[in-house]
């Protein structure tokens, strides 16, 4: 058997060994751990893995340069991020830079280590609240029949709308779009419930996976 080879990224002594003993028990996994340091990036190197596990409140490094790097290096590995409850901002940032999952720290144990079987198979694993929605079903059907271009004019959204939802992909924040746009924050939000009803979308995650579904690779 072929085994999943795993790299946890964890600051937090008892975590990280828990959690590697834990994957080590899997009869499809291989997993080796590493503190948030330059240590991580050399054992990246020794074992190439398929999956790297990593703490986003990482303490000695910016977990986001850490996926950064790690996709540089290796763009076959699937990164998947272990937090609380992630920010949307976080999400939206973390997405762009590459990861594929995001575990939450209170998962259960079959919903961890689906998580990482997922991945390796090219799925992705949003936060349970952000997967809730009609997005798979709008990507997969809309999306290969035409351009995002194409469905925003489907939809009907206003050219307002329009400049909300692209800033929104580039992950600027509700304040950076009202000074952007030259309007009240009141407004900008009014726009996003707009846009989310016409697209049956629940979050800004799901708006700038929707926009950039249609960037060249």
Not at 17 to 28: C, K, S, V, Y
Not at 71 to 90: F, G, N, Q, W
Request: proline share 3%.
């Amino acid at each position: 058997m072929t085994k999943i080879k795993v790299l946890l990224i964890e600051d937090n002594r008892l975590l990280r060994d828990g959690t590697t003993a834990m994957l080590n028990e899997q009869e499809d996994i291989r997993a080796v751990s590493s503190a948030g340091n330059r240590s991580a990036l050399e054992k990246a190197k020794e074992l190439v893995p398929d999956v790297v596990l990593l703490d986003l409140g990482l303490k000695s490094q910016n977990s986001l340069k850490v996926v950064e790097s790690i996709k540089m290096r290796y763009p076959r590995t699937e990164v998947v991020v272990m937090d609380l409850i992630p920010a949307h901002s976080d999400v939206v940032a973390f997405v762009k830079a590459g990861v594929s999952g995001f575990v939450p720290k209170d998962t259960t144990l079959d919903g961890f280590l689906n998580t990482i079987r997922s991945v390796v198979k090219g799925v992705k694993i949003l936060p349970p609240t952000m997967a809730d929605s009609m997005f798979t079903e709008i990507v997969n059907s809309a999306i290969q029949g035409g351009t995002v271009d194409q469905v925003i004019k489907a939809v009907k959204l206003t050219k307002r709308e329009q400049d909300v939802m692209h800033l929104l992909s580039e992950g600027k924040s509700i304040t950076e779009i009202s000074r952007k746009l030259k309007i009240t924050t009141f407004t900008v939000k009014n726009y996003i419930r707009n846009i989310l009803d016409k697209l049956a979308l629940h979050t800004r995650l799901e708006l700038a996976a929707f926009t950039q579904s249609d960037s060249p690779a």
